[in-house]
């Protein structure tokens, strides 16, 4: 499967996955990315063995200070790039599926530039 994929989008998709159910399996991040139950057991056990995700007594995973910290700032990249995207005229499904590639590689002055054009353009004080 797609194991070339940043370590980046498990982190996120557990962030959106806990706020969403909860608790979060690994089959529910299998679930959610549309990847195999083998592939995503050893990008947890990869994962896990960096400190970036524990598991609870339950089996549910958990985001560790670090891994939460990583999976904070993809998502905040993700719907800031989504957003701006879509203001400029992007479909939503196109918009989301750029952001999740944009939002690995994108340096931070970039985003930081993309993030204030979003910011003002919501608050009504920008274009």
């Known amino acids: ?35 195999s139950k083998p592939s995503i057991s050893v990008a947890m056990k990869r994962l896990r063995e960096n400190g970036f995700v524990a598991l609870d007594d339950h089996g549910n995973l958990i985001l560790t200070g670090s891994g939460l910290s990583i999976a904070l700032k993809i998502y905040e990249r993700h719907l800031t790039i989504s957003q701006f995207l879509m203001s400029i005229g992007v479909s939503e499904e196109v918009a989301k599926k750029d952001a999740c590639r944009m939002e690995h590689v994108i340096s931070d002055e970039s985003f930081e530039k993309i993030k204030a054009i979003t910011s003002s353009s919501f608050l009504g004080t920008g274009n």
Not at 10 to 18: D, F, N, P, T
């Open 1 to 35: 499967m797609k194991m070339q994929e940043s370590p980046e989008d498990y982190l996120e998709a557990i962030l959106v996955l806990s706020r969403e159910l909860g608790n979060v399996r690994s089959i529910d991040v299998a679930n959610y990315l549309g990847y």
